[in-house]
């Protein structure tokens, strides 16, 4: 099968507790994330950014593009992160920039899921004639170029949120679709299964009831992906233009920064933190992404070695461990 | 052999698909887009132009299916209308005078990124928690995780504005005749510095990373153990036995990261004002310049398939699996 070649590494990662009993590995899963240290570190970020997303409207009250000081002021005691050129306190716009930026992320990451796990679930569980349809239309999306499809999407659709959205979910549903699909399928042959369908349990039941619990963990760590995904890729369609340019976000501000020729005047105070904000976001959703993995593939998982092994020969203890 | 055809019948319906969507995108969005460019740009226009573009965008009085039999035919006679922001030039000329620069630019650093990126990837799972497995993949990420765009244009303004040490825009400099002299293909290579850098650093972690994972389920094979209780090199282990097994995904991955070359390096353009496609597709979009926008769409797609098909093709030839089912 074509599509099985075009696999990628990551997609084999929640193979080991599919096999498992329904409920133990979700335990054991969330009790691996809360010991892991990247996770922690993550989550802890992840939590921060969204407090301060929130709060936003209570630390800088009113319309942050409004003008409120001199132009390009450097960072000072009054304004943390100095001012725009235009004269807007460049915190301010940061702050209020998470929301804008967190939500749509959030909502594309959700929504490209959805549809994945939709597809996924349907491909795996109907095979045949349904399968063929479903995962032609996704290796189709797959391949078409990204970016510049997004920006063609964006030239014709009426710039505004919604269009960001929109254009962002069409691009990025199909990369979620084959992975899941793919664990769905070796689940799919499972004798629970089986033995689902003989008991005659309806489709729906058995695809979100009987297989959609048990890749649980890859279905988060695809849901993680989609969120990168689109908090970066808004990011890029709003610094070309394309995005709403009269909204507050992380991809405006930066559009904005380059518009006004921060850097080429030195003003790197307005151009740093909301790309920064973004990495930061990105970074920690990777942590627990990654951590996501290790928990569920022991053989990512650092090796404890006991302090009594020599340090001259990790490789062949490290490989009979992975065992 | 089948497995060949199979692939290049779905690189025809993709192709298809992409076609279909070009045709359809102007004929169903909300707001009339000819409208748009008419208002911007009439007073430029010839007569039978605005005619050639109403059918080209499909503001004309024909049935659906009629409009869409003589758009596939000029598709496949080449014939992509003429572009609005560079009249009188056909949007083929346009296209072409700019792909050769996307490939330099986009190839370099592809070349690069994966051939350093994989063989990162290759150390650090031989050596599992050595210095390269434990202290690159955690930078490697956090520098992944900045928007490409901002690292770009922060290089930019570090090594070009601030230091100065390479030019900040365009391929080569201004003035100076494109020919096969030294100073030419000089300032060209000094002039693809820093945009193929800025890619290579974003893009050598995938490939690491993804390298170090398949290669640690690579090293605990048996045939690894096998080889290792023969006695034969640790190097020879490494390389021939564990990395040529495990090269696999990375194989599909640059197929993938050949799509990125012709599309994905659009906002590498943009940033550097490198005279390539996707800078060049930006631009048509800024200029409402429909005919040359879906002219790059269908080049960058075609492009993409292509490099997808041949890499397909040598998958045949290194993975027995395929030839064999």
């Known amino acids: ?188 042959s499972k004798d629970f299964v089986a033995a689902a369908v003989v008991s005659g349990e309806r489709a729906g039941r058995i695809m979100f009831r009987e297989i959609l619990p048990n890749m649980a963990s890859i279905v988060m760590g695809t849901l993680l992906a989609c969120v990168i995904y689109g908090i970066g890729a808004q990011a890029g369609l709003e610094f070309l233009g394309l995005g709403d340019v009269s909204t507050v976000s992380w991809g405006n501000n930066l559009f904005w920064a380059g518009n006004e020729g921060a850097l080429l005047t030195g003003s790197w105070w307005v151009f740093v933190p909301s790309g920064v904000c973004i990495a930061l976001v990105a970074f920690a959703l990777a942590l627990i992404n990654y951590a996501v993995d290790e928990v569920t593939n022991p053989r990512l998982r650092k090796i404890k070695t006991p302090k009594t092994a020599t340090a001259g020969t990790p490789a062949p203890i490290e490989r009979s461990a992975a065992k | 052999m089948r497995f060949i055809l199979r692939r290049l019948g779905f690189y025809l319906v993709a192709f298809w698909a992409s076609i279909t969507l070009n045709f359809l995108l102007p004929r169903f969005m909300p707001g009339d887009p000819v409208s748009r460019m008419f208002a911007r740009s009439q007073d430029r226009m010839q007569p039978e132009q605005i005619e050639a573009l109403r059918r080209l965008l499909g503001v004309d009085d024909r049935p659906l299916w009629e409009q869409y039999a003589g758009y596939l035919q000029n598709i496949f006679t080449g014939q992509m209308g003429v572009s609005i922001s560079r009249f009188p030039a ?28 994989n063989l990162l990837g290759i150390v650090a799972a031989w050596r599992r928690g050595g210095a390269i497995d434990s202290a690159l993949p955690p930078v490697l990420v956090f520098i992944g995780s900045f928007p490409y765009f901002w690292l770009a244009m922060g290089a930019l303004y570090l090594f070009g504005v601030v230091l100065g040490w390479f030019p900040i825009r365009h391929a080569f400099t201004d003035g100076l005749e494109p020919a096969f002299t030294w100073e030419f293909i000089g300032d060209v290579g000094a002039h693809l510095v820093l945009p193929a850098l800025t890619i290579v650093l974003v893009s050598i972690g995938g490939w690491m990373l993804g390298m170090r994972n398949t290669m640690i389920a690579t090293n605990s ?52 004002a490198y005279p390539g496609v996707g800078y060049q597709l930006l631009n048509a979009v800024q200029g409402l310049d429909y005919p040359l926008m879906q002219g790059l769409f269908l080049t960058i797609t075609a492009a993409v398939l292509l490099a997808n098909f041949l890499v397909d093709i040598l998958y045949v030839r290194l993975d027995p699996r395929v030839r064999s089912n």
């Open chain 2, 221 to 272: 094979e048996d045939y690894i153990t096998m080889a290792e209780a023969k006695g034969l090199r640790p190097g020879r282990i490494m390389l021939r036995y564990a990395a040529r097994n495990a090269m696999l995904p990375s194989v599909t991955s640059f197929g993938m990261g050949l799509g990125f070359v012709v599309g994905g390096a659009l906002l590498t353009e943009v940033v550097f």
């Open chain 2, 90 to 117: 056909p949007v083929t000329e346009v296209i072409s005078s700019q792909i050769g620069w996307t490939l330099l630019l986009g190839g370099t650093a592809l070349v690069i990124a994966a051939v350093v990126g």
């Open chain 1, 1 to 188: 099968m074509a599509t099985a070649i075009l696999q990628q590494p990551g997609t084999t990662a929640g193979k080991t507790p599919a096999a498992k009993p329904k409920t133990k590995p979700n335990r054991s899963f969330i009790h691996g994330l809360l010991t892991n240290r990247k996770a922690l570190v993550g989550m802890a970020v992840m939590a921060l950014f969204i407090v301060v997303a929130l709060l936003a409207p209570v630390l800088f009250p009113g319309d942050p593009s409004r003008i409120t000081a001199m132009a390009s002021l450097e960072p000072d005691a009054e304004h943390w992160l100095g001012t725009t050129a235009k004269g807007q306190d460049v915190l301010a716009l940061t702050v209020h920039g998470a929301r804008s930026s967190l939500l749509v992320g959030l909502t594309v990451g959700f929504a490209s899921t959805f549809i994945g796990i939709l597809v996924g679930l349907a491909s795996a569980y109907f095979g045949r004639f349904i399968d063929e349809a479903l995962s032609l239309v996704t290796n189709v999306f797959l391949l078409l170029p990204g970016l510049p499809l997004l920006v063609i999407l964006a030239a014709f659709l009426p710039p505004g949120l919604g269009t960001v959205i929109l254009v962002l979910v069409v691009t990025g549903w199909a990369g979620s679709a084959r992975v899941l699909r793919s664990q769905a399928l070796s689940i799919r």
